[in-house]
């Protein structure tokens, strides 16, 4: 057992995919052809099959993800999106970059995802667009979400971006809305070596209007339809990526005995609370977060003893300074402001050992 304990450690998933990176890197720089080639377009098959999808489009990063389906939706100022109070700020900036207006929906306290009872009184004449997000990777109730979106005409657009390989009612994350959004970040569960992201779609319209956008606006080189933009995922990342995604399976089973293991050991404390699952819902466990009023009191015991812990997310959208121009204040959400103020992250991560979640259970047992 290691006597410290990394939030994040990449150590045991490298190990396995070692060799197979060193040849897909001597693969790409031998091709000499680096930007959408063949192992981009091997990677969007794989994806695309993986996730139960017929289209997947590799972009340069989540964010962009993000943006360009909402571009590919004719999204744009004077429309409302539905987002969740509590969520990685990059859900809010896609809405903000097109001109939208992002509108926020509390979560369900327990499971931490956008509630689907309180999506239904945000809806005004004015939204296009319902943006579910995936939150530590647990899935969201999508058959609710769905069904509220047919009923008021609007797009669902999936922030799959921690949540991939989980499902809800057994369909997976990023095939159920109209067009869906991912991040390869390193740090996520299928990791790229560096930015990446892509899209996902079922509407083959949809998925060629993002291929276009993400290229400049064109089908074919010096040849613009639209005004686009540049963010194309590489294709070393692709190579990369077309990997890693046949681990994805066995490292999410994992980190599902890792957060089986926190669960036992953490139930039984009066001050934490444990994540919760929805009915239906399953999590890939991007993220292990528990709850409790003296968070940062928790984190600096867990320091003290060599376990690294993070806050995901300190402050809540509405909060932020770049949001300043909405006119929220501290109280207008506040189950997303008390989740922000008790979250916590455990370290969870395949290759991280019984003895060393024990060990983190005990020093949080340990704590008064």
Not at 126 to 136: A, E, G, S
Not at 169 to 190: D, E, Q, R, V, W
Not at 195 to 218: C, E, H, M, P, Q
Not at 300 to 322: C, D, F, M, R, T
Request: some cysteine; charged content about 25%.
């Amino acid at each position: 057992m290691n006597s410290e304990i990394k939030f994040l450690d990449f150590t045991c998933m490298n190990a396995q995919v070692r060799e197979a990176m060193i040849q897909q890197f001597e693969n790409v720089f031998d091709s000499q052809w680096y930007i959408l080639g063949d192992h981009v377009k091997q990677f969007e098959k794989i994806y695309a099959d993986a996730n139960e999808v017929k289209h997947c489009v590799g972009v340069a990063n989540g964010l962009d993800a993000l943006i360009l389906c909402l571009k590919a939706l004719d999204i744009k100022e004077g429309d409302e999106v539905i987002v969740p109070s509590n969520t990685y700020i990059a859900s809010w900036l896609a809405v903000s970059f097109v001109g939208a207006t992002p509108v926020p929906v509390e979560p369900n306290e327990n499971t931490y995802n956008i509630s689907p009872e309180k999506i239904k009184a945000a809806i005004t004449r004015k939204t296009k667009v319902i943006m579910p997000v995936h939150l530590y990777g647990q899935a969201c109730e999508m058959d609710a979400i769905m069904k509220i979106a047919e009923e008021n005409n609007v797009y669902v657009l999936e922030d799959n971006a921690q949540a991939q390989g989980s499902s809800y009612n057994g369909k997976l994350t990023g095939s159920f809305g109209h067009i869906n959004a991912t991040s390869f970040y390193p740090g996520k569960n299928l990791g790229a070596y560096g930015d990446a992201g892509a899209i996902t779609t079922n509407d083959d319209a949809l998925a060629d209007k993002v291929k276009v956008l993400r290229n400049y606006g064109s089908h074919k080189k010096y040849f613009n339809e639209i005004k686009g933009v540049n963010s194309r995922l590489d294709e070393l990342q692709a190579a990369f990526l077309t990997v890693k995604i046949n681990y994805l399976t066995e490292w999410n089973a994992e980190r599902n005995v890792i957060a089986t293991w926190y669960n036992e050991g953490l139930a039984s404390l009066k001050n934490i609370t444990i994540p919760a699952l929805a009915e239906g819902s399953t999590s890939n466990y991007h993220l292990y977060v528990i709850r409790t009023e003296k968070r940062n009191a928790l984190a600096e015991h867990l320091k003290k003893n060599g376990i690294g812990s993070l806050i995901h997310y300190p402050v809540p959208p509405h909060l932020q300074e770049a949001y300043r121009e909405l006119g929220y204040k501290k109280g207008d959400f506040p189950i997303a402001e008390k989740i922000a103020e008790t979250c916590l992250s455990l370290p969870i991560y395949p290759g991280i050992e019984k003895d060393e979640v024990d060990k983190v259970v005990n020093i949080i047992s340990d704590f008064k």
